[in-house]
Every structure is written in C-alpha cells, then in structure tokens.
C-alpha cells in the first residue's frame, strides 16, 4: 500500500501559500532520513529556486499558525520567534514576517554566532524587514526574550542537520523557552505558552529521535518536504507533539526518487544507490484494510489453533498472557505447554512452583504435551517465560525438527537463545530453508536485537531502520523491532507504527504483542500484515476511545490486551457497517 500522490503543479510564485497539511496517521506518508531529505532537497533545487522553497515553508506555516489562532483561545497571542543561523532561521524570519502581515504582535529574536549565513538565509532577513519586523541579535544570556502568559513561541533554532547536544547560547536559549514553558503552563490554564516547531524541534536527531542535550519541547511541529524518522521515535515523538507536513509540491519528485527514472539516472552518475527504500507510516485507513474476516459461515477452525510455549516454573503467567491475548484477539483455539508441565496423564493441570495452574478466568485455554500441541496447532508462539535453560532449548528444537511446520512468531528468551547458541540458528536456517510457506516472525526489543546482531544497543538505536532490514535479511524473516515508533521490515517493505505511549512500557506488554500477532496470523494475514497490524492494535489499545478525554499513561498488560480486544471489536463493525451488514 503506498500513499496516494495528489497531482499538484510545480512550486511557483502564484501558489507559494497553497499548502497540503497532512499528519501521520491521518494520511500514508513516507518516512525519510536525514540524508534522504538531503537528496529530495538537492533534486529540488534543480527544479525550483532554494528561496523559493524557504518561502513556501514560511508563509505557509504562518497562515496554518494564524488559521489556528483565530479558532482558539485567545487571539491576541504575542508571538516569539526564535532564528538560528542556519537555513531553519530562514524558515522563521519568513514566519515572522507574514505573522505580523497578518496583524499579530511579533518579535524575532536570532542567534547568528556571528556566521553571516547562507544566501537564502539572509535574504529572509530582508524579507522580514520588508514587512516589519525588525530582528534582535541575542549575543549573551542577559538578552533572553520575554515569554509571559500568552506567547506563542516558534523555533526555528537549529534544523534537521542537528546530530548532537545543543552548545553556547543556543543550549541556553532552549532551556530557557522550556523552562518557562513548564513554569507558565503550571500555573494557569487560560494564558498558557505554545510552542511551535519548523520541521524539527531544536536539539533533536532527527534520524534517531534522540535528544543528546536540551531539546525543545514542542506542541505541534510543521516540517517540510517529507516527515523525518526522529519526528516518530525515541524522545523525538513527545518532543515533537502533534505533526504535520507539507511536501511543498514536491510529491511528485519524492515519488521519482523512490521508484522513477531520477533514481535510475542518479545512480548512472553516481555508480551507487543515491536514495533508497522509504519507511511509510500507514493511514488508519490504509491499516483497516487488514482487518481479518469474519463471516456467519465461519467457525473456530476457521480462525487458527495456537500453540504457546515456554512458562518455566515461576514465568507462567508470560504464557497465560500472550494465550489469552490469541483468544481475545479472536483465535480459534489455543493451547498451552509450559516447561513447569507436572504428569503427562494430567494435560490440563500445571505447576507453577508448588501450586497446582489452571486458568480458571480463561478455561477455554487447553494445556498440552509438547509433542501433542505441535500436532494440534498450526502456529506456534514461543518465548514467553521460557528461561534460557537446556529444557527451555530442547523446547525449541523440538519444534524446529517437527515434520508438520508451523506459522512461528518468536519472542524473549527465544531470541536470545537463538542469539547465543549457533547450533539452534543452524537448525533455524534449516528449517526456513524447508518451510519457505510459512509465516514467521520474530519480536525483539533493541536489546535482543541487538544479541542477534551481535551488536550493542547503542548500535541498534542509532541506526533502527538498518537494524531491522539486518535482522530481516539474517533470519529471511519479518521483524517488529519494538519500542516507540515500532518497525516492522521483512526485507522488502518497511513501516513505523505510530500509535502507542508510555502505557506499552509495562511487563507482559510483549507477550501481548506475540499472542496478538499470532490470533492475526491465524485469521488469515500474510505475516508482515499480520506483525504490523498486531503493533498498530496494541498501540490503539492505550490511545483515547471514543468518550474517552485521555489515553492511558499507566496501564498493565492484561488491560492492554482487554482494550485491543475492544479496538478490534469496534473496528470490525464499523467495516462491517460499511458493507451493510450491520443495521
């Protein structure tokens, strides 16, 4: 699924404030790096004047400030514009200017460091100063701006080149706009402080998402040409706050880029790839076309049985949370083997420690064999509460070496046994190699990614996008490398989630997410479908419902699990409303 390009025409004098807002979530977008952004940016420039750009970017971020303003309250907000040296500080002097052109109080405040500025760079000084407003140089501490209750503030600091802590003046100037932010904000709800960022917030990588020192913290960010992988992880997505994007007619060209006959020319020139695979960020719309189907004709056998492994003594409830994850997810049936299983004459009591399992809220769980349940199911979620112990690998092997092949998604402690032991990756290869048909998925956090890298965390976050194609491409395998702005890659494609908050950050979210993706596999979904609409579920899950005022901060992750059950429930019927097959 790719976004739908609207034809525009080329970026021209008469269209410069035409703009096309659109957020992610809202609208399919393609997610770039830096460096793609740099490309966009050069194949740009030999088709439209720099300052061209500069301007539409300008003007068209300050009519979206004014178009906000004047439909909310209060509208006399004074605004603060903060300009840094680069071309960023560019993109707010034109800001400025239309700003007061359309009759707000605004005072523009940069910081040079005595850099004179590229050529586009100062003619937007001129600009400003063609409208009104007059720019006050900071050149020490004492000159700090006034932000007092009913400022806007906009931050044109420092741009997308920003790849470490903010130095000088400028760090200064960013603690201090927060500060006073966090201090205004506390103490009023009527005259609060808005902070408004040009395509990134000051201070934030925006290929990892990481602030490495001070960083604005915005309410809204309006970015340019494409939106940035930082803008959708990390600390960048609560630094960012609510997104949108403008690709300043240049859809178009981007889609060239991607697919077309400037990348294949690019590459003539250059002898090597100039450009790359995108990472897109799905519409609801776009993601509602997974939605498995559900019809009267359709029974439990319809819908997949589910094997949970693992559960070593102590770890039980890992396992009950990703099977009853599957059943409320809508699995046909599931099944449980734990490593702490007590007589093989007893299949549906275990024990956990001293004390005699069974799932008296779910009895609609089974618990099995090993060898039974490998025979019962047709997808196997394995991992959860498993332990690294030679039970816990023989467990894996056992299913490795199973005639049958099942749909697999591995999770925890299977992957870091596959990480530490090349004998099992040995047999993984194998028997990829001799069920190429079927699903599989594994779901790191950055840690096991990192064990399966052999690699470092650091590593791994600082490049989460080659992490994933690598671990695609390592274990020919789709890959959901987890944490915020979640990616799923199998090799070919790659997309960032972009629902979800802090509430994921609970024990026994994973497991969740395993059992979540295998009741999708079960329903029928290819495995990068059901992976990457397994994630966008159990983001849902702790975003606002409907009559909801606020999503979860706090959550635990059997709610989790409740909640992506209702999401999916809503969801299906509003589908099913659109084909009238509900009143």
């Known amino acids: ?40 940016e050069h194949a740009a420039f ?13 003007l068209r971020t300050a009519l979206k400030i004014a178009d906000q303003i004047a439909h909310s309250e209060p509208h006399n907000l004074r605004c603060v514009v903060l300009a840094g040296p680069g071309n960023n500080g560019g993109d707010a002097c034109i800001v400025a200017g239309e700003l007061k052109r359309q009759g707000l109080e605004v005072a523009l405040y940069q910081v040079t460091e005595e850099k004179a500025g590229s050529k586009d760079r100062m003619q937007a000084v001129l600009w400003a100063l063609a409208h009104g407003v007059q720019p006050v140089e900071i050149q020490d501490s004492a000159q700090l701006p006034d932000i007092s209750p009913n400022t806007l503030v906009v931050d044109g600091l420092l741009g997308i080149a920003c790849n470490r802590a903010p ?15 966090k201090q205004i904000n506390s103490q009023t709800r009527h005259k609060q402080v808005r902070v408004i960022a040009l395509d990134c917030p000051s201070g934030v990588n925006c290929d990892t998402g990481d602030a490495p020192g001070e960083a604005i913290c915005a309410h809204t960010t309006f970015s340019y040409l494409a939106c940035k992988h930082g803008l959708l992880t990390s600390q960048g997505k609560s630094l960012a706050g609510e997104v949108w994007i403008d690709d300043l007619n240049c859809g178009e060209l981007l889609d060239e880029l ?54 070593q003594q102590g770890m039980v409830g890992a396992c009950v949370l990703s099977a009853r994850t599957a059943l409320q997810l809508g699995c046909g049936r599931v099944a449980l083997s734990l490593l702490g299983e007590t007589d093989a004459h007893l299949p549906d009591v275990q024990q956990q420690g001293q004390t005699l399992f069974l ?66 990756r040995a047999r993984f290869k ?82 969740v997410l395993a059992g979540a993706i295998a009741a999708l596999l079960g329903q029928g979904l290819n495995e990068f479908d059901a992976a990457a609409f397994g994630v966008y579920l159990h983001g849902l899950a702790v975003e606002p419902t409907h009559g909801e005022q606020h999503g979860l901060l706090i959550s635990h992750a059997s709610e989790i699990a409740v909640r992506m059950k209702n999401s999916l429930n809503s969801l299906l019927n509003q589908l099913a409303r659109h084909h009238s097959q509900l009143p």
């Open 167 to 181: 130095e000088g003046l400028i760090r200064t100037l960013i603690r201090h706009v927060n500060d006073r932010v």
């Open 46 to 58: 030999a088709q439209t004047d720099s300052f061209l750009l500069m301007q539409a970017a300008g």
């Open 359 to 424: 799932d008296l809220v779910f009895p609609e769980i089974m618990n099995k064999g090993l060898e039974s349940n490998l025979e019962f199911a047709d997808i196997a979620t394995i991992g959860p509460g498993l332990g690294q112990s030679e039970e816990a690998l023989q467990m894996l092997l056992a299913v490795l070496e199973h005639d049958k092949g099942l749909h697999l998604v591995w999770d925890a402690d299977a992957l870091n046994l596959l990480a530490n032991n090349a004998s099992l």
């Open 258 to 311: 991607l697919t077309g006959p400037l990348t294949e020319t690019l590459e003539q020139t250059s002898n090597k790839p100039v450009f790359g695979k995108s990472i897109l960020a799905l519409s609801r719309v776009d993601q509602l076309q997974r939605l498995p189907l559900r019809g009267h004709e359709h029974h439990k056998g319809s819908f997949g049985s589910i094997a949970v492994l693992g559960g």
């Open 430 to 511: 194998h028997y990829r190699s001799k069920h190429p048909t079927r699903a599989l998925v594994l779901t790191p956090h950055p840690l096991e990614a990192a064990r399966l890298l052999q690699s470092t965390t650091e590593m791994v976050q600082a490049d989460r996008h080659a992490a994933a194609q690598a671990i695609s491409e390592r274990f020919n395998c789709t890959v959901v490398l987890k944490g915020p702005g979640s990616l799923i890659c199998n090799g070919k494609s790659i997309e960032i989630n972009i629902t979800g908050g802090p509430a994921l950050g609970t024990a026994g979210s994973g497991d």
């Open 1 to 40: 699924m790719l976004p739908s390009t609207r034809l525009q025409p080329a970026l021209n004098p008469d269209n410069l404030t035409h703009a096309n807002w659109q957020q992610p979530g809202h609208n399919t977008l393609h997610v770039l790096s830096v460096k793609q952004v740099r490309s966009l």
